[in-house]
């Protein structure tokens, strides 16, 4: 019953908010968004993304967001990499982010109606994981986003770890890193913990935490020098061994709203001035 009403309560605060958006511009910047400019399409895709976030109850602890910001202000372009742990991490990234980012998704996405839409609407590159030809002819358009001075986001572990709290960070493809390579662009590496639980069945909390850190950046001069399968096993340890150390913060954090919920039974105070067995 109390997933029922979570549901329920996500429908009234988000779902009005998705609806609205998918009707007045979601449709038409997807479908034809050569007619609007990029920026304009992503400002509005952020105000939504900002809505949902919120919405969604979500206690957001962004770390390290000076990195995003230099990455914003440089000239090389950069490649921003993650671990995926939910549909919600996109919004995220996007929320963090006034400057455009264009992501690199699988093309299963396109099966579900608003992230599908959405990650079109702004440029996005989807991506045929069985078709080697299509791929490399899409890296090649993510990799001169990035030498243009872009953003661009990939998820390299290839798809969602569906199981977080329990499954670590998976192995990063190095293929992934041609993006930046080809690009010479930056390389930065980002970890998140959290975003699974407005959606996760099990967890009925009204409000749940998200720590999202924004971990180590690769500058250009060094992504030359390595192999894509060298920066994709730094990359991997860096944001494998962040997202271990947000673990224990969320269970600390769910600890302290339960006992802060808890009612208290006051016949068990030890400091309740009446003795009730002398009653």
């Given at each position: 019953m109390k997933a029922v009403l979570k549901y329920i309560?996500?429908?009234?605060?988000?779902?009005?908010?998705?609806?609205?958006?998918?009707?007045?511009?979601?449709?038409?910047?997807?479908?034809?968004?050569?007619?609007?400019?990029?920026?304009?399409?992503?400002?509005?895709?952020?105000?939504?993304?900002?809505?949902?976030?919120?919405?969604?109850?979500?206690?957001?602890?962004?770390?390290?967001?000076?990195?995003?910001?230099?990455?914003?202000?440089?000239?090389?372009?950069?490649?921003i990499v993650a671990n995926h742990i939910s549909v919600l991490d996109m919004l995220l990234l996007i929320e963090c982010s006034p400057k455009p980012i264009i992501f690199v998704a699988k093309k299963e996405i396109l099966k579900l109606p608003f992230a599908?839409?959405?990650?079109?609407?702004?440029?996005?590159?989807?991506?045929?994981?069985?078709?080697?030809?299509?791929?490399?002819?899409?890296?090649?358009?993510?990799?001169?986003?990035?030498?243009?001075?872009?953003?661009?986001?990939?998820?390299?572990?290839?798809?969602?770890?569906?199981?977080?709290?329990?499954?670590?960070?998976?192995?990063?493809?190095?293929?992934?890193?041609?993006?930046?390579?080809?690009?010479?662009?930056?390389?930065?590496?980002?970890?998140?913990?959290?975003?699974?639980?407005?959606?996760?069945?099990?967890?009925?909390?009204?409000s749940t935490l998200c720590n999202f850190d924004f971990v180590k950046m690769i500058k250009e001069e060094e992504v030359a020098s390595m192999k894509t399968t060298e920066l994709a096993e730094i990359c991997h340890s860096a944001c494998a061994a962040r997202v271990e150390e947000l673990k224990p913060l969320d269970k600390a954090y769910f600890e302290e709203r339960k006992d802060r919920h808890r009612a208290k039974k006051w016949w068990k105070d030890k400091d309740f001035p009446i003795d009730i067995k002398n009653l």
């Amino acid at each position: 019953m109390k997933a029922v009403l979570k549901y329920i309560r996500l429908g009234l605060s988000v779902g009005v908010a998705i609806v609205f958006a998918w009707a007045s511009f979601l449709v038409r910047y997807s479908s034809h968004p050569e007619r609007y400019p990029l920026e304009v399409r992503y400002a509005k895709l952020r105000k939504l993304s900002i809505r949902v976030l919120k919405g969604m109850r979500m206690d957001l602890h962004i770390h390290g967001l000076e990195k995003l910001k230099e990455a914003t202000r440089d000239e090389h372009g950069t490649l921003i990499v993650a671990n995926h742990i939910s549909v919600l991490d996109m919004l995220l990234l996007i929320e963090c982010s006034p400057k455009p980012i264009i992501f690199v998704a699988k093309k299963e996405i396109l099966k579900l109606p608003f992230a599908g839409r959405a990650v079109k609407s702004i440029d996005g590159l989807f991506l045929d994981r069985e078709d080697p030809r299509q791929a490399i002819k899409l890296f090649g358009i993510a990799a001169k986003h990035v030498s243009n001075g872009g953003l661009v986001a990939i998820y390299p572990e290839g798809t969602r770890n569906k199981d977080p709290n329990n499954t670590p960070v998976a192995s990063f493809h190095p293929g992934s890193f041609k993006i930046a390579t080809r690009g010479k662009g930056n390389i930065l590496v980002a970890a998140g913990f959290g975003e699974h639980y407005p959606l996760d069945k099990t967890r009925l909390d009204r409000s749940t935490l998200c720590n999202f850190d924004f971990v180590k950046m690769i500058k250009e001069e060094e992504v030359a020098s390595m192999k894509t399968t060298e920066l994709a096993e730094i990359c991997h340890s860096a944001c494998a061994a962040r997202v271990e150390e947000l673990k224990p913060l969320d269970k600390a954090y769910f600890e302290e709203r339960k006992d802060r919920h808890r009612a208290k039974k006051w016949w068990k105070d030890k400091d309740f001035p009446i003795d009730i067995k002398n009653l």
